[in-house]
């Protein structure tokens, strides 16, 4: 390839990786205390048991089980003590973004997942 | 719970749809940038002299016998601790068994993606290589048996059966069965050695060493030898380039390439929706087996998938060849494009792997302490270590791993229409031939993208 052509394709290249950039990280929302209450049935379901939050949400997840036993929270490695007809809760910042499991711990039992979004 | 993955939590995000939109528009506008640059290019063998630097500088190392015995070290260390931690670390948790970060995170995930990086470093590490130099040194061995000409059909099989392990057993997570394999292919792997000659049994029944051979071509490491062997001159040249120079031909080698793309594919196929959904519509079938129908129908899955690759590849290749209008050797010509797919494999592979490899090889640490579960306490000040998010956030990671698949597709359309300037006679004709090949490498980008894209589903057991 001659010089002229790889700097064509090169440029096509930088204009690309700039507007991705641009695309990426302009588009960021976050930072807003965020509440989520979920229920747990049997250690086996989680209701509901997708929850949503943004990069830098303060999130309070309120805890509610119908049996005792721990909760984990994958990532943030957050363990909620469950005790039967009572609600746990716990605060902390989502600084992490991805998709993070929600597990029952004693069985290893997936109860559902909290997706942390740019 | 079954893990998907062969081991180990992934925390990835599907990237955005209108990532994958951009990603999606970059790709299809720079192929016609490509295609609309390259015509009327060279043919002939000048087609594929590509440019290279020497550096001398690298010479006494590339000579010096240190980086093969650190390498050999490592990689014979690395080997032990697979087995001793395997078979008698933590075995109810492999979450706490180095055996598995170290096969599946540092050598399977990390190796290879270095290896595209840097050369093939598999040729310093290799444990059973350096195993039988040492052994060489000692005493003299000589080949017994002669090793039939066999290809390379008993690496690409040694390379299916491991990725099954890692993708349809669902047993990649038993950190015991990972140091008892681990150990039975050693023995193989010596013996054959040992038999049939260390390099006749390497390059052509030892999987790992036929696929990082591939991998290396892709580096940017070249090194010519004089005729007594001896390295002679060191180069650094663009990667992906070397995946041009002359390889052995073979439907061997095809299906070798198929495979290292379908295996990876597949590995990210399995966290999306329509996976679940060919799984749940096949119940009636697997269910009723047991425990062994999980393995079935992955197993199905992956043999599939590679068939598809294979025929769509090959059908793809009939047309280039038609358009390209010359008498050329049909298995050649296909054996020499399947390697120009090689690099969207590598970078799809590093898209796919890069969270799990940045977050998963930090949690080896704090085993360290603790290596086999006993109660140790080797390395206190380890114990407490928690895993650095820094570099897995998404917007960093879909960013990477946006530009990395524009960037392996456009070194393949590059590879691939130098590998046509070679082949066929006029410029006319070999930019013709192009654009199935072009077609194909946009679909295979397309699917790559759009598995990143998918939203990741979780079975639970």
């Given at each position: 390839m001659s010089r002229n052509r790889i700097a064509v394709v090169a440029g096509v290249l930088v204009l690309f990786v700039i507007v991705g950039g641009i695309l990426i990280y302009a588009s960021r929302s976050g930072g807003k205390p965020v509440t989520l209450n979920v229920t747990v049935i049997?250690?086996?379901?989680?209701?509901?048991?997708d929850l949503a939050a943004h990069q830098n949400d303060t999130v309070t997840v309120n805890v509610t089980s119908d049996t005792d036993g721990e909760v984990h929270l994958h990532g943030y490695d957050l363990i909620f003590n469950a005790k039967k007809g009572q609600t746990v809760s716990k605060t902390f910042k989502a600084d992490k973004s991805g998709s993070y499991p929600i597990e029952?711990?004693?069985?290893?039992?997936?109860?559902g997942q909290l997706v942390v979004s740019p | 719970m079954i893990l998907l993955h062969g081991f180990g939590q992934r925390y990835d995000l599907p990237i955005s749809l209108a990532l994958y939109l951009y990603a999606a528009a970059g790709v299809v506008v720079i192929s016609f940038v490509l295609v609309y640059l390259f015509a009327g290019d060279q043919v002939g063998a000048k087609a594929i002299h590509y440019s290279r630097r020497p550096v001398p500088a690298l010479l006494p190392i590339a000579r010096s016998r240190w980086p093969r015995i650190v390498g050999g070290i490592i990689g014979i260390a690395g080997l032990l601790a697979i087995v001793i931690t395997g078979l008698f670390g933590s075995n109810n948790h492999p979450e706490l068994n180095p055996a598995e970060y170290l096969t599946?995170?540092?050598?399977?995930?990390g190796l290879v993606i270095l290896s595209g990086l840097v050369g093939n470093l598999w040729y310093l590490v290799n444990p059973w290589a350096a195993i039988y130099d040492a052994v060489s040194k000692l005493v003299h061995v000589k080949p017994i048996w002669k090793l039939p000409n066999v290809g390379v059909w008993p690496a690409t099989a040694a390379y299916f059966a491991f990725a099954c392990l890692e993708l349809?057993?669902?047993?990649?997570?038993?950190p015991w069965l990972v140091g008892v394999l681990a150990l039975v292919y050693s023995v193989v792997t010596l013996a054959g050695m040992f038999l049939f000659g260390r390099d006749e049994w390497l390059e052509h029944c030892e999987g790992f060493t036929v696929l990082f051979n591939i991998i290396g071509r892709f580096g940017p490491v070249e090194t010519e030898r004089d005729e007594a062997g001896r390295i002679s001159t060191v180069y650094l040249r663009p990667w992906?380039?070397?995946?041009?120079q002359p390889s052995p031909a073979g439907w061997d080698r095809v299906v070798f390439v198929i495979l290292m793309l379908s295996t990876l594919a597949f590995d990210g196929i399995l966290y999306t929706r329509p996976w679940s959904d060919f799984n749940l519509a096949l119940e009636p079938i697997w269910l009723p087996m047991g425990a062994f129908g999980f393995f079935f129908v992955r197993t199905l899955g992956l043999v599939l998938l590679t068939v598809t690759f294979l025929l769509v590849f090959i059908t793809f290749m009939e047309l280039v060849i038609f358009l390209g209008k010359r008498n050329v050797d049909v298995k050649a010509t296909i054996s020499a494009f399947a390697l120009t797919l090689v690099p969207i494999a590598l970078v799809y592979n590093a898209a796919h792997n890069y969270t799990y490899l940045v977050l998963q090889s930090q949690a080896l640490i704090p085993l360290l302490n603790d290596p086999l579960a006993k109660g140790w306490h080797l390395l206190p000040a380890l114990a407490a270590f928690k895993p650095n998010f820094a570099l897995a956030q998404a917007s960093t990671v879909w960013y990477a791993q946006v530009v990395l698949i524009v960037l392996g597709h456009v070194i393949a359309v590059y590879l691939a229409h130098l590998r046509a300037g070679e082949r066929f006679r006029t410029a006319q004709r070999a930019l013709l031939s192009q654009y199935p090949m072009l077609l194909l490498m946009v679909m295979y980008t397309m699917t790559s993208l759009w598995i990143l894209a998918q939203p990741i589903t979780r079975e639970a057991g």
């Open positions: 049997g250690g086996k379901t989680m209701n509901p048991p029952w711990e004693s069985t290893s039992t997936e109860l | 599946w995170v540092y050598f399977w995930a349809t057993t669902g047993m990649a997570n038993r992906g380039v070397g995946l041009l």
